[in-house]
Every structure is written in structure tokens, then in C-alpha cells.
């Protein structure tokens, strides 16, 4: 093997993204061990506070989720006391998704959580590189779900 095909080998980007992905949620997933639907309901909470989606199909499409499936993961954080449907008051034919007082209050001490096991992950690296990798990532996100929405 030459040192050009043993450089690609070693930068295999689905392989590097996918090592990323088990290391983030071997640190991260014990988080959320008690909150509904783990990791997907620690997003739904976070993006019913600091988002403007409300609905649950806007929200099932910027969360990924089937959109069958939502209606379950907002059932699950609605019992747990996290999030509470309330009418629209633009449009009373609507429902929202709003957190709750105990949701916003487990959130904050979630994201703390998160936070710590977040540097956890990172280890030594420099909060330059860190900076920049998750910068990079965030874009790589929102193009990716754009790729994902001209595939349908």
C-alpha cells in the first residue's frame, strides 16, 4: 500500500465520524439515563425552549424524527412534567409544545451536566480547536439536513 491510500485509510471520514459519534455518546448518554426517550428528549426539550418550533410535525422535521413518532416522544416528556401542550393562540385549530417550569429547571441542570461531559470529550484539546470543530460540525449539520431534504 502506498503512503497516499495508507493516508486516506487512516482518514476515512465515515469511519472518523462514526468513532466520534459512539466516543460523544459513550461520555454524554449516561446524561440522560433517566429523562424520556434519553438523548432525543433531552433535544426535544432543548428545542422547544430555545427554538421557535413549536408544532409537532415543524419540530419531528427539525429534529429528524418520523413524524408518526413525535406525537410518542412529546406523550413521554408531557408525563414526565417536562413539556405541556398548549392551544396556539394564533391559530386555535393548533397545538404547541412548550416546556413546562420543571422542564426549563431539569434542562438547566441537563445542559450543565452536558457541559461537563462535553469537556470530558474533548480532554486536553485546545478551546481553539474545539471552537472551530464544533463551528465546522454545526455547519456540516445544517447542510447535511439540506442534502437530506433534496433526497425526499
Known sequence: ?????????????????AMIGRGYAAVVDPVFADVPRGARGYQLLHTVIHKSIRSQTALADYLGVDRTVMPYFVDDLQAAGLVERQDDPADR???IVAA?????ARYAEL???????????FGDLPDGERSAFVATLAT?????????????
Open 140 to 152: 456540516m449539520a445544517h447542510r447535511s439536513r439540506e442534502l437530506a431534504a433534496q433526497r425526499r
Open 111 to 121: 445542559s450543565e451536566r452536558v457541559l461537563e461531559a462535553e469537556r470530558v470529550f
Open 100 to 104: 413546562t417550569r420543571h422542564g426549563r
Open 93 to 95: 385549530r393548533r397545538r
Open 1 to 17: 500500500m502506498n503512503d497516499r491510500a495508507t493516508a486516506l485509510e487512516a482518514c476515512d471520514l465515515g469511519w472518523s465520524i
